[in-house]
């Protein structure tokens, strides 16, 4: 079955960086476009970045400019570098792959920006 399983979270002080990583399986990964989405408490799931299967990749208007979505075909993986991270990027943040218009996240990863 599909899996994703994210790792990299922790505290980090504002300024610093993480990097999140997100191992798929259950699916041919190389034909996916990969996301990272973020939720805070009380509020509702939002995307983050996401990236084609091509490569290609977009940001969240507050990820721009400090946030790196990448892939790696060859280890099913995602990754999101996150640097010069504030206080308001503490969320859970979760890996998500929509497969035949069903979407599958991964258990997420708890970000903490905090001095």
């Known amino acids: 079955q599909v899996q994703l399983v994210e790792s990299g979270g922790g505290l980090a002080q504002p300024g610093g960086s993480l990097r999140l990583s997100c191992v798929g399986s259950?699916?041919?990964?190389?034909?996916?476009?990969m996301s990272w989405y973020r939720q805070k408490p009380g509020n509702e799931r939002v995307p983050v970045a996401g990236?084609?299967?091509?490569?290609?990749?977009n940001y969240a208007e507050f990820a721009k400019g400090r946030f790196d979505i990448s892939r790696d075909n060859a280890k099913n993986t995602v990754y999101l570098q996150m640097n010069n991270l504030k206080p308001e990027d503490t969320a859970v943040y979760y890996c998500?792959?929509?497969?035949?218009?069903?979407?599958?996240w991964g258990q997420g990863t708890q970000v903490t920006v905090s001095s």
């Open positions: 990236t084609t299967i091509g490569g290609a990749s």
């Open positions: 998500n792959v929509l497969i035949r218009g069903r979407d599958y």
């Open positions: 259950g699916f041919d990964f190389s034909t996916k476009g």
